[in-house]
């Protein structure tokens, strides 16, 4: 009888060692993956690499110009889905307008402090079997996908430096909310529409804009000093030059691309 009350007690014990053992141990994990996954949460203002510290600075101002082949937009047929699709879609690998070329991505690639980020909201929509905006730019964040069309999409995240994303959306579908706290061009696609294609520039400092009609682009309260300042454009690539800037001046800096 003792003994077996004992052999309890002792199983009792082994128990609840193991109990804390494994109290421990999860504490530890959670702990750790907290402090792993901490930079990746990072808010946008405490991005790796980047600290806002604010002070007078100057802007750069210029247009992303094109000089090569005439662009002639691409004719995609529609097979499915032509009620809101419609039957054809015209996609354009370089948007040339009013002499410049727009959804380009300017940016200093080497800035380590400055202003704080000021990105809208990141929200992407699918409207009319397109992803609307094109090219969009965010902070590092969440970002909200919506789909404002009566069909299914399905959203395809390709991104190195964040985990990719695939989830089909029903019509009538609450929004995603998809992290991408990482800096990366990511690509997006739909896996039910093969034309619908959009880009996701996840900056890693504010120093970012999205070229506009006449290919021009704006970057304001730059801390003065002498940049890379690059462009991108989804089918022609990465250039790059270097501009110096000066306390309450604007510098000119002008690409052209082929
Ligand atoms: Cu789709």
């Given at each position: 009888m003792q003994s077996s009350m004992r052999g309890d007690a002792i199983a009792i014990m082994n128990k609840k060692q193991s109990f804390y053992t494994s109290a421990v141990i999860a504490t530890i994990l959670l702990a750790f993956s907290w402090v792993t996954l901490m930079p990746a949460v990072s808010?946008?203002?405490?991005?790796?690499?980047y600290t806002v510290q604010p002070g007078p600075g100057g802007t750069i101002s210029g247009k992303i110009l094109y000089s090569g082949k005439p662009v002639r937009p691409k004719k995609v047929t529609v097979t499915q889905d032509q009620g809101t699709c419609g039957n054809m879609k015209m996609m354009e690998p370089v948007k040339i307008e009013q002499g410049g070329i727009a959804d380009a991505v300017v940016w200093i690639?080497?800035?380590?402090?400055g202003k704080a980020f000021s990105f809208p909201a990141a929200s992407l929509d699918q409207k009319g079997c397109m992803f609307v905006p094109h090219v969009l730019l965010m902070a590092p964040g969440k970002l909200k996908v919506l789909n404002s069309d009566n069909v299914a999409h399905n959203v395809h995240i390709y991104s190195k430096a964040n985990r990719s994303f695939n989830q089909v959306m029903p019509p009538g579908s609450a929004p995603l909310e998809i992290p991408l706290y990482r800096p990366d061009t990511a690509i997006v696609r739909c896996d039910v529409h093969n034309w619908m294609q959009g880009y996701i520039i996840v900056a890693k400092n504010p120093y970012y804009a999205l070229s506009g009609s006449g290919g021009s682009f704006t970057l304001t309260d730059v801390p003065p000093g002498t940049y890379h300042l690059k462009v991108w454009q989804e089918n022609l690539g990465i250039q790059e030059q270097t501009v110096t800037v000066t306390a309450g001046q604007t510098a000119a800096a002008n690409f052209t691309l082929k």
């Open positions: 808010h946008a203002q405490n991005v790796a690499g690639d080497d800035i380590s402090h």
